[in-house]
C-alpha cells in the first residue's frame, strides 16, 4: 500500500512539473487587428483626417501580426515612404481590392499604407505601422504603431496550442495511471 501511495505521489509530482513547465511554452504567436476599429478602412471625415495614424499609435504592432482591412468600393496599397508622402499610388509593393485584405506584417519596419482610389489618400486615408521587435519599447509620435499601449492590451492572440496539449496529454496519463 505505501508502495502505491508513493508511485501516486511520484506520478503527481512529474504531472504538476510537467504542466508548470507547459505554462512557459505557450507563447504569443500573432496578433491580428482590424484597421480602424468598427469603423474599418473609409475616408476619414474631414476633421479626422489623422485617423488611421492616431489608431496605428495606439497599438503595438510586432512581427507576424495581421493586419485586416474592411471596406467597400476602395482598394489598399502598402507603397515605399516617398509614396506615402505624396499620396503616389503608381508603384504599389502591394495592391488589393477584395474588400477585406489581410496583411502580415512579416519584416521589422515601418509599413505605409493608402488608398489606390483617387484623393482618399489626400483625405486622410493612409497610415503607418511600425512594426517593433518583442520586448522593444514603445516610441512616441503619431503613426508609430508602438504608442500608448503596452504589449499585454494586445488585441486576439493566436496561441500556440502546443503546451496546452501536452499539458492535457500528461493530465490524462496521470489520471490513468492512478485510477
Known amino acids: ?16 512539473c510537467i504542466f508548470f513547465f507547459s505554462l ?29 495614424n492616431d489608431w496605428a499609435s495606439e497599438n503595438r504592432f510586432q512581427l507576424g501580426d ?9 482598394s489598399v496599397m502598402e507603397v515605399p515612404e516617398e ?3 505624396n499620396c503616389n499610388s503608381s508603384h504599389p509593393n502591394f495592391f488589393s481590392n477584395n ?8 519584416q521589422t519596419q515601418p509599413f505605409y499604407f493608402i488608398s ?4 482618399h489618400c489626400q483625405k486622410g486615408q493612409r497610415m503607418i505601422i511600425k512594426v517593433k521587435t ?17 504589449a499585454g492590451s494586445r488585441p486576439g492572440a493566436a496561441v500556440s496550442s502546443v503546451g496546452v496539449f501536452f499539458s492535457l496529454f500528461v493530465l ?8
Open 24 to 52: 512557459h511554452v505557450v507563447t504569443v504567436v500573432s496578433f491580428e487587428f482590424e484597421v480602424g476599429g468598427t469603423e474599418g478602412w473609409v475616408v476619414p471625415s474631414s476633421n479626422k483626417s489623422n485617423v488611421y
Open 134 to 150: 518583442p520586448g522593444e519599447a514603445p516610441s512616441d509620435g503619431g503613426g508609430s504603431g508602438g504608442g500608448a499601449s503596452s
Open 83 to 85: 509614396d506615402y508622402k
Open 66 to 74: 495581421t493586419i485586416v482591412f474592411k471596406y467597400r468600393k476602395d
Open 99 to 106: 474588400g477585406h485584405t489581410v496583411f502580415k506584417l512579416n
Open 116 to 119: 489606390g482610389v483617387f484623393r
Open 172 to 179: 490524462s496519463f496521470a489520471a490513468s495511471v492512478v485510477v
Open 1 to 16: 500500500m505505501a508502495m502505491a501511495f508513493n508511485s501516486i505521489r511520484a506520478v503527481l509530482f512529474f504531472f504538476f
